[in-house]
């Protein structure tokens, strides 16, 4: 079975996020005045192999923790789904 | 004694680093591929700095699970010295060997200038032939040397020693105006609790000649070399 | 297999009737559609100079040092040193996507020269936007620098120096030229060739995608317009694996087992593949199903016109095959054999079974040349009649200083220049922003000076002259630090080569770089041509890109451009001529557009350039850099205000010429370079002027707090320096 | 009312994807041999003023085409809930 696990990394708060700040000011330069607030993170697409759906979530959130995303600054959130 | 550069594919300041402890201070001075775990007697590590995979991901993520590392580490608890400069202390922290982490700079953009740095410990073996409060011209270039490290996590960094360099004025002012990069507490380099890892943004290896502007790198390699040999000379770990 | 009409598909990707028919009588049948795709690119306008071709010959090339010209990159030899070097464009690849655009132009210039054999050791970038104030223009002035630090900081090639131009004409049509050095042991170069019959084709790099398909054909050969549909065209740059492919290329070169190498730049494989086989009087066999490819189900022509990046194609020696795959695989890349060497003469391309293409590899090579008709613009006699009467002298002179400094095209450059690493290898000696910039070769006394020079409003009105001034001053740059200039590379951007009026720009420009390269004495190596450089705005200003390689002698006698003594004497060379036509102060302070451009004068600019290296070989100068846009005025910020440390100065124009004030100060005059001495070498300096025939004033000294500008006893400017700073220093940056 | 975006951009298919092949090379390394492709992205999330939900949607479209995304080799999508 193939699976694919949607993967987000997100700087954890109160880590300051220039990136979301340069954005956030080009928006309101280009006038979308209602921007509050704007955050930015990594998306991965991961298609894996797996026996069942549990199997390739405990092996995405694994990968999440050893390599896509540093606990220091970062988190993370995954869904997995039946990929075909 | 013998320095060993660690390359890693993407490593791009490997070469300076081994010209300037080779051709400018005569040092021994060994290339060490990333797959092999053979350090090959050297008695400083140096990570150096580049792009390891590109950053692809993140800054060091994937060259910290590199063979080598696993070397490193057992090499870090046997006592040897390991110093990280930019990429390197980048894969430090990724590794854990050192606590804290980098982010963009706060302006969003790579930098590449001269800063100055004040030594604010000089009893570590990268600093030993510095003063204390000493100031440093040396480069920095990178697009993510802004030090990030909870504030309580911090303050016991600082306490303990291991806040090694900071970002300064020409005087040594400490201050927000002369903080390149967004870093908390102007920090520049740090070092691990028992002084045998370091890592810093900036580039002593970019300042080792007067034709390039400046040797005050010098004294970071000269500093390491002094320490090996004191050591060598008391024959035990100091 | 599905019918489809060849000639039709050859219309589509852009080649012209008489081209299908050349194609029918050298095949002796139809083609296949692989074979009207390789045609197509290798006939594009990009890779076969159609119409430009039969001008670049009459660039000189030769010159005081040893010149080679290889196949895709030219230099000089210098103390058994090869230096190579090339430029390239970019433009419409990054006026769609700016930052990959660029990227990926700095990836296929460091291939360029890795081609060669010689490592890459520099980069400089070429750029002109439309203004900043403009959103589209601003973004892709963003992503352009963006993706040129993304990219060569990552590959560890530090870009030093470059030059950027803000103008409307560049709206619609952004240029981004870059250039790459190299420096190789003379012995070591190698060649785009594949001889040797059985000898293996090796293709080594990143797996072929669908990306470019037609980039060059397409993209880089027609106009711009609206069409959505061309768009896909652009890549992704992978800097990572171009670092690796610098370091095992050159670890495999060292093996002395490859027998030619090539870039997969545009044109691909289709490119590589014939060129190399007509350089070696070869054949060359290929069998696509040992292509490594990126997605499935890829058709030959697709697999033989991806203008995939970070790709090369090697001739191994054959049984060494293996030993040259170890070294790719060990960096990480693909290595493959997907053919051999053959004596056909033809490049005979199979997949799946089947030959899919023929051909024989010279007539590939040999694309048709076109003269089209060329007509002088009309534009030029009504743009070239300035009357200063018609220009009113500025009651405030400050003012008008103010405005210059603040000018992006004159302010300080460095919110670019700090977003690249000038300094990884540790080579750069004179930083970029501190005059000419000076690279040392590591184990020798000398070093190598470099820069790009071209400014486009001046070719825009005279581009027979504004060519010849671009040369001229990038040899002043380099003679100012104390560098013999070299070497040109060049890279010629225009319109449709098919309006008379652009074709006839095109070819005033050559024939002005060629004329003034060949009274310097300076060969032209390399360059490219970029045309169809238009957009619903119109066609950009004709831009003949300089870039100019010098050698300076002695690294240690090498001066910056700006003031590093408090109390040293300003002095300026050369004649403050009645000039205001064509300099920044008309357009910026007047808002006209008008010319002539600043006359100039071959011979005394020679004589200059030498008076100049004797001087710094003597090391009577402090710090010496040339006049150029903005005027004397401007030069004088740039030096007081460019250093580690911040300098007043108070100057005197009384005995500059009895000209009017905004002519001294903004005029734009060639021939002039202005330098700071220790007091004492005063003498010795007026001496040697006067015996070169170089005039020569003292205009006042380095000193105090503020720019101070007089003629006489009239203060023209008095400016504090810290403001100064601040207007020069955050131009660009307020707009970024 | 507040509301939050939440914007994924994507690499049209066919656009090669350097960062994708390299963390799925390092995957491998770590031995998830049963990783097949990586894509990677970027992820934002916007904290925005409006009116109404249909407003908010809007106006995150808007921004995704004229900022967040370059169509010649991007595409994205996104979802909007109500913020609180
Ligand atoms: N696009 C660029 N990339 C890198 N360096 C640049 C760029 N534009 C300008 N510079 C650097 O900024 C400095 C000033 O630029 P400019 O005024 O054009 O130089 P010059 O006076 O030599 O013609 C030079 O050192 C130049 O190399
Ligand atoms: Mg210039």
Redesign the interface.
Same mark, same amino acid.
């Given at each position: 079975m193939k699976y694919c696990g949607k993967v987000v990394v997100t700087l954890k708060p109160g880590v300051f996020d220039p990136q979301g700040m340069t954005i956030k000011n080009a928006l309101h330069t280009l006038s979308y005045q209602e921007v509050e607030e704007v955050e930015t993170g990594k998306y991965f697409r991961i298609i894996l192999k797996a026996v069942t759906k549990e199997e390739a979530e405990r092996r995405v959130q694994e990968m999440c923790e050893r390599l896509l995303a540093n606990p220091v600054i970062e988190r993370y959130t995954f869904e997995v789904e039946e990929f075909r | 004694m013998r320095f060993g550069v660690v390359v890693f594919p993407g490593s791009n300041c490997d070469y300076d680093c081994f010209y300037a402890l080779r051709d400018v201070l005569g040092q021994d001075v060994v290339f060490l591929w990333h797959k092999n775990t053979d350090l090959q007697g050297c008695d400083c590590i140096i990570l150096p700095g580049g792009f390891s995979y590109g950053d692809y991901l993140r800054t060091g993520a994937i060259a910290r699970f590199s063979p080598i590392m696993e070397a490193v580490r057992d090499f870090v608890l046997q006592g040897g010295l390991v110093l990280g400069i930019c990429n390197g202390f980048q894969i430090l922290l990724e590794s854990g060997l050192l606590p804290g982490a980098l982010l963009p700079n706060r302006n969003g953009r790579f930098i590449c200038r001269y800063v100055y740095l004040r030594v604010e410990n000089a009893n570590t073996p990268f600093t030993c032939l510095c003063t204390p409060g000493e100031i440093l011209r040396i480069p920095i270039a990178h697009y993510q040397g802004n030090f990030f490290l909870p504030q309580d996590e911090l303050g016991i960094l600082t306490e303990r020693g291991q806040v090694v360099f900071r970002y300064c004025g020409p005087q040594g002012e400490v201050s927000e105006a002369y903080n390149p990069n967004g870093s908390v507490g102007n920090v520049a380099g740090i070092a691990s609790s028992d002084f045998r890892v370091m890592g810093m943004m900036p580039h002593p290896e970019r300042a080792c000649e007067e034709i390039l502007g400046s040797v005050d790198g010098r004294k970071i390699f000269l500093s390491i070399v002094a320490w090996l040999e004191e050591k060598r000379y008391a024959g035990c770990g100091s | 297999m599905q019918v489809v009409d060849p000639e039709r598909v050859a219309r589509e990707l852009g080649l012209r009737k008489g081209e299908y028919e050349r194609i029918l009588s050298v095949l002796g049948r139809a083609p296949t559609l692989t074979e009207v795709a390789m045609f197509s690119v290798e006939w594009s306008e990009h890779c076969g100079y159609l119409h430009s071709k039969q001008w670049l010959e009459f660039l000189p090339r030769e010159g005081r040092f040893e010149v080679l010209v290889g196949e895709d990159a030219g230099g000089i030899v210098y103390d058994g040193l090869a230096i190579v070097f090339k430029m390239e464009s970019h433009n419409h690849p990054s006026q769609?996507?700016p930052k /990959?655009g660029a990227a990926t132009g700095i990836g296929g210039i460091i291939r360029d020269i890795l081609g060669s054999g010689a490592r890459p050791i520099a980069c400089l970038d070429s750029l002109h936007f439309g203004p900043l104030d403009d959103p589209r223009s601003c973004y892709v002035a963003k992503g352009v620098v963006?993706g040129i630090?993304?990219y060569g900081?990552?590959?560890?090639v530090p870009t030093v120096a470059g030059e950027v131009w803000f103008y409307p004409a560049f709206r619609g049509n952004c240029l981004v030229n870059v250039m790459c050095i190299g420096i190789a042991p003379r012995g070591r170069l190698a060649r785009a060739v594949a001889k040797g019959v059985g000898n293996a084709i090796m293709y080594v790099g990143?797996k072929t995608?669908?990306?470019g398909i037609g980039g060059c054909s397409i993209l880089a050969s027609q106009e711009f317009g609206e069409n959505e549909e061309k768009?896909?065209s652009? /890549?992704?740059?992978?800097?990572?694996?171009e670092?690796?492919l610098i370091e095992a290329t050159l670890e495999a070169l060292a093996t002395g087992y490859i027998v030619g190498i090539k870039d997969m730049g545009a044109a691909g494989l289709t490119c590589s593949s014939s060129e190399m086989a007509a350089a070696g009087e070869s054949g060359i066999d290929i069998n696509l199903d040992h292509v490594p490819v990126?997605?499935e189900g890829m058709e030959a022509w697709e697999i033989m016109m991806s203008e995939?990046?970070e790709r090369m194609l090697l001739c191994v020696l054959k049984e060494h095959e293996e030993e040259v795959r170890n070294i790719f695989k060990k960096?990480?890349l693909e290595a493959e054999v997907i053919g051999r060497v053959t004596d056909t003469g033809r490049v005979t391309i199979r997949y799946r079974g089947e030959v899919v293409a023929d051909i024989p590899a010279k007539e590939l090579v040999r694309p048709p040349v076109y003269v089209p008709p060329r007509e002088r613009p009309t534009y030029l006699d009504r743009i070239n009649d300035l009357s200063l009467d018609n220009v009113p002298l500025p009651e405030d002179l400050e003012s008008a200083f103010r405005q210059l400094l603040s000018s992006p095209n004159l302010a300080s450059k460095r919110w670019i220049?700090?977003?690249?690493?000038?300094?990884?290898?540790?080579n750069?000696?004179i930083?970029p922003g501190k005059g000419t910039v000076v690279l040392?070769v590591?184990g020798k006394h000398w070093g190598i000076a470099v820069t790009t020079d071209c400014n486009p409003f001046y070719c825009f009105l005279d581009p027979y002259r504004g060519a010849q001034i671009a040369v001229a001053e990038a040899a002043r740059n380099l003679a100012s630090c104390g560098a013999q200039p070299a070497g040109v590379t060049d890279c010629l951007n225009f319109g449709n080569p098919e309006k008379p009026d652009r074709y006839w720009q095109f070819t005033e420009a050559v024939l002005g770089l060629s004329d003034a390269c060949r009274f310097f004495g300076i060969p032209v190596v390399s360059g490219n041509v970029s045309f169809y450089n238009e957009s619903p705005f119109g066609a950009v200003y004709p831009t003949p890109t300089i870039g100019m390689v010098g050698i300076v002698e002695e690294?240690?006698k090498v001066v910056g451009g700006h003031f590093v003594k408090e109390g040293s004497i300003i002095v300026l060379f050369g004649e403050t001529k009645e000039e205001i036509g064509g300099s920044e102060y008309l357009r910026v302070v007047h808002g006209i557009e008008a010319g002539p451009p600043p006359s100039l004068d071959l011979s005394f600019e020679k004589r200059l350039q030498e008076f100049l290296i004797s001087c710094v070989r003597d090391r009577l100068f402090l710090s010496a850099c040339d006049v150029s846009e903005g005027g004397i005025a401007i030069t004088l910020a740039e030096a007081a205000l460019s250093g580690?440390k911040i300098f007043g100065v108070d100057v005197d124009f009384a005995s500059c010429g009895d000209l009017r004030e905004d002519v001294l100060l903004f005029g734009e005059s060639c021939g002039r370079v202005l330098v700071s001495l220790e007091e004492e070498k005063l003498q010795v300096l007026m001496d040697r002027a006067k015996h070169w025939g170089i005039p020569c004033v003292v205009l006042g000294k380095v000193q105090g707090e503020h720019i101070v500008l007089r003629k006489g006893k009239k203060t023209l400017v008095r400016l504090p320096v810290s403001q100064a700073f601040e207007i020069w220093e955050g131009a660009i940056a307020r707009y970024v």
């Open positions: - | - | 769609i996507e /990959q963006e630090a993304w900081n990552c590959v560890g990143n995608g669908r990306d768009r896909p652009v /890549q992704i740059g992978d800097p990572f694996a670092k690796c990126r997605e995939s990046q960096w990480g220049f700090e977003q690249y690493d000038h300094m990884v290898q540790t750069t000696v930083l040392r590591k690294i240690d580690d």
